[in-house]
């Protein structure tokens, strides 16, 4: 530090010196300094708010809020009901995801490659609460009879063990309509990766005698794994934070339960908040912030756990290629 | 066109190449030349290259010379249809090997590129794997599984032909893309002839290299072609004239026209009394 104010003479008289002199390049450092320092604001100014709002809620005693139930066994059910439904429909939409990207990148002419991409981004501009109707009063009923079914030929595992829901209005119900909104954001980062494998690398598989297929296996999988692993943490992210579609489509009944078809479902902590804020008060309503304050813990282990995957095998990812 | 009897005058190596004819076929090794005939390769609407006739003699290397966008790499790029993974690519004529049309209706590519390896302009190992992964890559393409040992006799039979053995031996399971650019090329040299192939097309496989690192990769070429038929397009003309036997010189038609053969034969007699002017005039610097 000091040696930066001390002035030099000799380095006054060239061009080099640090950028202080120029104005358009102290504007830029300023504003983009300012956007940084803005965003972590916001970021430390909600987990402020949740935690100071949140505490009163964990502390509180059973007979104090609505559920009557302890702070812990409140919001369990709630956390298994998010991180499950939202796993579920991450196993439902990155297969699907990878597959559509290398479909269109790989397998369809240019120029219908390019429309089919437009036409899944498009599906991102739909508001979830169409897709919350839209799984409410169309899929639910589609997937009655597909639960019966399930029930018979698989009940002996403990996710179709039933009895089937009626209504079709169950978790499985809800993490396909969750697998649908995010697949567009899935579908769009795992074409991108595909799109910047190096054309080198995929020469070089071919020239060894690669089929498309063995091509995309040997080169174009392992070049973007990192970025679909990103793509499928936004993914995560997305549905773990939904809130209108759950809402509607699921009926929960604050239950942990492996099984995907029956009618009793753990609900999400956002579907819960959304739910239930508005005709909550006093320490309620703390409670429910702290479900919240919950959700934001686990978002942010979510993402660091997923760039701890990234960095695992750095030197194998490509990135000096 | 005249390059035919012109090939067939005089061979300068020291090993006696058999001019294996392509009718010949059957027998894996030695291996076996290329014959093109009429080679006319369009991009598009585009021709790039126009009526190539030339026979490429098994077990010598061929450089294929000339100046940018001549067609060289297009041409080189046909010999085992990779140039078919740019849209719109196409080719009329025929490309011989071992008597068979590559061309032919109902021939794979995928399958003539197995026979054929090739070495790319930058070195491409496949960044995810490591050293014995890459060699084995195209080994694992073609025929699955090996067993162990299998795999470590192939790793070490074709690191040891490509020059690298003893710079790796100890690190087997690092990542290829940790090695220099040369030990890299090296490396993609290995990958190519773990699969076995019948000829070996290189595109300018030194440019991307330090001096050093090319002398290694030019000793290698001479040591390989006892077993292969190698064809290497170059931009270096001192490399052509130390590492083949055969020249074969592209150029222009004209501005805006497909390149061409121009001439080919023995590479001493290109390099010391070419028959055509332009060929001289490139060799010796005067354009190009």
Redesign the interface.
Known sequence: MSETSTPSPSRDTTDTGPASGRVGDRVFLGISRGAALTILAILAGVAIFLTAEGIPGITASPDEVKSGESFPSFVLPLVFGTLWSATLALVIAVPLAVAVALFVTYYVPRRLGQALGYVIDLLAAVPSVVFGLWGMRVLAGQLVGPYEWLERTLGFLPFFAGPASATGRTILTAAVVLAVMILPIVTAIAREVFRQTPVLLEEAALALGATRWEMIRTVVLPHGRSGMIGGAMLGLGRALGETMAVAMVLSASGVITLDLISSTNPSTIPANIALQFNEASGLTVNALIASGLVLFVITFAVNFAARAVVNRRKEFSGAHA | MSMRSVLRDSVPTPVPTPAVTAAGGGSRRPAIGIDVEDLDIYYGDVQAVRGVTLAIPAQSVTAVIGPSGCGKSTFLRSL?R?HE?A?GARVDGTVRVDGRDLYAAGVDP??????I??V?Q?P???????IRDNVL??VR??GGRLKKDAAEAVVERSLRGANLWDEVKDRLNR?G??LSGGQQQRL?IA??IA?EPQVLLMDEPCSALDPISTSAIEDLIGQLKSEYTIVIVTHNMQQAARVSDETAFFNLAGVGEPGQLVESGATTKIFSNPDNPSTEAYITGRFG
């Not at chain 2, 995928?110 to 026979?115: A, F, G, I, K, N």
């Not at chain 2, 491409?124 to 490591?130: D, L, R």
Request: proline share 12%; with cysteine.
């Open positions: 085992n990779m993974v849209p995928v399958l003539v590129r197995r026979e390896g090739m790319f930058r491409n190992p496949f960044p995810t794997m490591s890559a195209g393409l073609n990542p893309a940790g993609c990958r190519a699969v």
